[in-house]
């Protein structure tokens, strides 16, 4: 199994948008969930969001009502879109890949939320 492959980072302005993608050169079905985390200088790797194979989502206090995770088991790909983002959501955003306790990272992206 490869590493997912993560892109859609950059620089956004607070209150702006932006859409994270991750693609995994396996399909998706067979892993008991797929999410992001992220870390931010200095700070501890934390957990944005992940869904499981049957479709629940789990959400960081922090990102609830901003932030929605979506999979699309096709093009084994998983996204997340990131509305109204502030400041402290600056990290680098990792994809997770959980194949029953076997976990496989991505590199990360960037994303920077500034004026």
């Known amino acids: 199994q490869m590493p997912p492959v993560e892109f859609g980072g950059g620089l956004v302005q607070p209150g702006g948008s932006l859409r994270l993608s991750c693609s995994s050169r396996?399909?998706?079905?067979?892993?008991?969930?797929v999410g992001w985390y992220r870390q931010a200088p200095g700070k501890q790797r934390e957990m944005v969001a992940t869904?499981?194979?049957?479709?629940?989502?789990t959400y960081a206090d922090s990102v609830k009502g901003r932030f929605t995770i979506s999979r699309d088991d096709v093009e084994r790909r998983v996204h997340l879109w990131m509305d109204n983002l502030l400041p402290e959501d600056t990290a680098v955003y990792y994809c997770?890949?959980?194949?029953?306790?076997?976990?496989?990272w991505g590199q990360g992206t960037q994303v920077s939320v500034s004026s």
């Open positions: 997770n890949l959980d194949d029953w306790g076997t976990y496989y």
């Open positions: 396996v399909k998706l079905n067979p892993f008991r969930g």
């Open positions: 869904i499981t194979y049957n479709g629940s989502t």
